[in-house]
């Protein structure tokens, strides 16, 4: 076993080469770039790779800095001394990259928003200061295993959070507290089997008590506590959308909306009524499990405005294809909206359409006017 010094440090003389460890590089491989797209989002994270197959992009472009590459390496345990983990990037990308049949230049990418993050892409995983609670290689992690106080390396997630907090916990350890309580480790195979089926924590989360109920080994308990846990968390981004009281753009609506909508898996739209200084005075959801909005009838969507005496409405609604697009049906929707609007003497502000990662607005489109 190695040797450590007071701060946990390993020393490099007891330790075999990086890289010579037999560790499985599909499996590396897999939880980096799932590590990627929780940090970064996964539309982000596809952009920078298909900017690496229609660009001709440097290797100081795609490959990671020295410094932070060797300090990401030495946590995970592939290199024990200052230089090593830059030293032996060039053969571990090839290895890499030939287990998992990927481009070694996709390799070194993936490795470089890992350590390093991307002004467009998002923060690091393994930075300056680590995002251990989303980051899927913590367990073979020095940092995270042994972390300020080494005692802690040997007990369990539940006491490691009350004593230092979630940031000490991965997201599956999280998991396993929720599930199992003091007795959870993360390492459960009911953990894994949820991990391997959603494969974001946002997926767990967004599923209901029956669809939890039909997986092989889970409670009626641990359901309903799953289950429970993701309605908490939709009324508090609901609390949350109620601090924002004016719409000035369209982008005001698709941060105060994204939230929700992003976890429909059909359309679903949200009427928000507005007086003539584009205060909110309250919203209407439409959600009845149709795969489009576009059957919805104009007069049962413009109902709520005129009880509520508005002078303007707004309309948004999501895309689960993750294309912000309108469709021909959402084209004619809007105007027979717009229509109706001029009817009953209601002006039209927007209608938006959202999505992971960015939104389309009818308005900014100049697709409103009459």
């Not at 075999?16 to 590396?28: M, Q, W």
């Not at 990627?36 to 994270?45: D, F, L, R």
């Not at 959402?330 to 717009?338: G, H, N, S, V, Y």
Request: with cysteine.
């Amino acid at each position: 076993m190695a040797e450590t010094d007071q701060d946990g440090n390993h020393d490099s003389a007891a330790e075999k080469p990086a890289g010579d460890d037999g560790r499985d590089l599909v499996n590396f491989y897999t939880r980096l770039t799932r590590s990627v797209e929780q940090a970064c989002g996964s539309k982000a994270v596809a952009d920078c790779l298909a900017r690496l197959r229609t660009e001709t992009l440097s290797d100081e472009e795609i490959s990671p800095d020295r410094n932070a590459l060797s300090r990401s390496f030495r946590r995970i345990g592939f290199s024990r001394s200052e230089c090593e983990g830059a030293d032996f990037l060039p053969d571990f990308a090839a290895r890499v990259a030939h287990a998992v049949s990927r481009p070694e230049r996709q390799v070194r990418l993936l490795l470089r928003l890992f350590v390093q993050g991307d002004d467009a892409a998002g923060k690091a995983v393994c930075g300056a200061t680590p995002q251990c609670y989303i980051c899927q290689l913590t367990r073979e992690c020095d940092q995270y295993n042994i972390p300020r106080k080494p005692e802690m390396a040997t007990r369990p997630p539940a006491e490691r959070f009350m004593v230092d907090n979630d940031q000490a916990l991965s997201a599956q350890e999280l998991l396993g507290v929720i599930l199992f309580g003091e007795k959870g480790t993360g390492n459960e195979e009911l953990v894994d089997t949820l991990m391997a089926r959603y494969g974001r924590l946002r997926a767990i989360f967004r599923a209901d008590a029956h669809e939890f109920s039909g997986i092989r080994g889970i409670t009626k308990p641990q359901a309903l506590r799953l289950a429970s846990i993701a309605a908490l968390h939709r009324r508090l981004l609901a609390e949350e959308r109620g601090a924002m009281l004016k719409i000035t753009c369209a982008r005001d609506i698709y941060h105060r909306y994204l939230p929700e909508l992003r976890d429909y898996r059909v359309e679903a739209a949200v009427l928000l009524m507005l007086d003539p200084q584009n205060n909110i005075l309250r919203d209407a959801w439409f959600c009845d499990g149709s795969p489009t909005v576009a059957h919805l009838a104009t007069a049962d969507l413009l109902r709520p405005a005129v009880r509520e005496f508005a002078s303007r409405v707004a309309l948004v609604h999501n895309h689960p294809s993750n294309n912000p697009k309108p469709s021909i049906s959402d084209i004619e929707f809007t105007k027979r909206l717009r229509h109706a609007c001029d009817i009953i003497g209601l002006s039209l502000v927007d209608h938006v359409i959202v999505t992971e990662s960015e939104y389309y607005s009818f308005a900014e489109a100049g697709m409103l006017q009459p």
